[in-house]
């Protein structure tokens, strides 16, 4: 097998990049003082665990990486975002070993451009934040029947809970 290893590095980084559930235990650090360190060290082995694993499947890559994220990063994802990224990994990493571009730039399409990642990044910030305000916030009778213009649909609302033990559980917000 002749895999591209550089072009499969910055597609899975691509995809890592846009793992909203991921990129919240880095911005959290919820990999301790060396989480940094560990970002680059699961782009290494996801990568290793792609190539030298003979028929995975996104079940088996998906328990991985649920492992991972659980003993390297304090981390528990009960979004089901770890098959979907497992899925997606597995579905790249076939046009990559059949050196189909054109379906790889086709699946890659698919993931949020860096300028849409930084507009997510900061309404989830804003969102936080607002959260926290929300119990004391009062609108005014005036402003409840204000027309407002479009809004941009957005993705499923992740919640974040550490625990007294420091683990962090991201689900989706009821």
């Known amino acids: 097998m002749n895999i591209n290893m550089e072009i499969l ?9 846009s793992w909203s559930g991921y990129q919240l235990a880095l911005d959290n650090s919820c990999g301790g003082d060396e989480t940094r360190e560990k970002d680059k060290w699961f782009l290494d082995v996801l990568c290793e665990q ?9 079940e088996e890559l998906e328990e991985w990486l649920t492992n991972i994220l659980y003993h390297d990063f304090d981390l528990i994802l009960e979004d089901d975002s770890s ?3 497992a899925f997606f990994l597995l579905e790249g990493f076939g046009y990559i070993k059949n050196q189909n571009e ?18 997510a990044k900061r309404e989830s910030v804003r969102g936080a934040e607002n959260d926290e305000d929300d119990e004391d916030m009062e609108i005014p009778e ?6 407002q213009g479009p809004s941009e649909p957005r993705g499923p609302q992740r919640q974040v809970v ?13």
Do not use: C, H
């Open 83 to 85: 098959y979907q990224i």
């Open 142 to 147: 005036d402003e409840e029947e204000e027309e």
């Open 162 to 174: 550490v625990d007294e033990d420091g683990w962090t559980t991201i689900t989706k917000r009821q």
């Open 9 to 17: 590095r910055n597609f899975t980084a691509k995809t890592l990049k």
């Open 50 to 58: 792609m190539t030298t694993s003979r028929g995975l499947k996104a």
């Open 102 to 119: 054109a379906g790889l730039q086709q699946l890659l399409s698919k993931l949020p451009s860096d300028e849409e990642l930084a507009q």
